[in-house]
């Protein structure tokens, strides 16, 4: 395919920068699937339910003519506002110090269950000074716990792998003496030297998700009265810190074992938010893969990384490889010919190239210049130098320096050095 042909050659887009458009796009066809799929299962229940409070509403009109219809909507709409509020006496006082304390959880948290919110405009004041660093705070706590959880997996999932691979020496016969190194000992001694898949990572977190949701579901099954699957719901919308407010638990007035409720169920909120925070954490790193994959797909060549040209030769500069290049030829071809070579213009001398010439002339990059070659070559430049060492630098490091915008940053920043397909970039 012609390079000219590709969509992102014309406006010359990098890797990075083609992801984040593939993504924009991805995510808005995911949209508006959503909203179609939303739509065609609930638009139906809304209009059912619309019908049934319309009916309500003029049965009892109907049944009551002497009621003034103003007074009776200026009723209900402060009765919803009550609701809403949670000022009807079946509630408890969300003001109070411990409803207090639930609702700055649920700023700092950033749920935002919606049902308890300030109403005077210092309150309201308040909280805009009061969220900033709250959410930077916690949003700091997400990410360290995430790099804890994550370095708690790896150990763990390092010594499984590890004993799985003594056992298999074990099973062939090919037992270590004793004053071998151990598996994990064959090179640096940290959590680096072997880094676990994301996929088996991603299985883990699922798992604990599950089991954290299901252990809270029962607890809100049997205290709150909601059905189960109510319940597992309501877990990942709090979560998730979507935070609806359809379904709050922890708001009646009187509970049985009060104290010990409410404190649970600060706890499951604690540790379903931390858990599906890392689940959403090590989902970007798959969704990032399934794009890369998608870029390889569309054959986006100005997309992929160019390898790095050879450097020319610092001890023979351009213009000096060109007339020992014509002077060889020229040798060769009088020889040929049974003729003797003429002498070589300019007098440059030419050399047969060694094994660690790549063929034409040039000195490979990690070629070890000598201070002989160097004193005596009087077209040497300090940039030329500066830019041979700076690439042989970079090719016993292990390839390109990488830029530091492309490694991501916060969560993302942190799992490209803790799992094993997040290495290096295809």
Known sequence: MARGNHWCAAIHLKEDNARFLLLIFFLLIYMLLGAVMFSRIEFDKEL??????????????????????????????????????????????RWDFTGAFYFVGTVVSTIGFGMTSPSTVLGKAMLIIYGLPGCSACILFFNIFLERLITFLALIMKKWHERRIRRQRDQNGLKLPNNARRPSEQSEDDLENWKPSVYWVLLYLTIGATAIASCASAVYSHVEGWGFYDSFYFCFVAFSTIGFGDLVPSQMSEYETQILYRLGNFCFLCAGV???????????????????????????????????????????????????????????STEQNGKTASPKPNNVEVTEFDSETDGTGRRMSGEMISMKDFLQSNKVSLAVMQKQLYETRRNLGGGAVPSPLGQGVGSLAMLNNKLQETEGRE
């Not at 049934?52 to 009765?79: P, R, S, V, W």
């Not at 390889?296 to 610092?314: G, Q, S, Y």
Request: hydrophobic share 30%; proline share 4%; aromatic share 8%.
């Open 48 to 93: 059912e339910e619309r019908a049934e409070y319309n009916e309500t509403y003029h049965t009892f009109l109907a049944n009551n003519q002497g009621i003034d219809k103003e007074k009776l909507d200026e009723l209900l709409a402060k009765h919803a506002l009550a609701s809403s509020k949670g000022l009807l006496s079946t509630k408890r006082p």
């Open 274 to 332: 931390c858990c599906i925070y890392s689940f959403y954490n090590v989902i970007s790193i798959v969704i990032k893969q399934f794009l890369n994959w998608c870029l390889k797909k569309l054959d986006c060549k100005c997309c992929h990384r160019r390898k790095p040209r050879p450097r020319r030769n610092a001890i023979t500069p351009g213009h000096l490889q060109r007339q020992i290049n014509s002077a060889g030829s020229r040798a060769k």
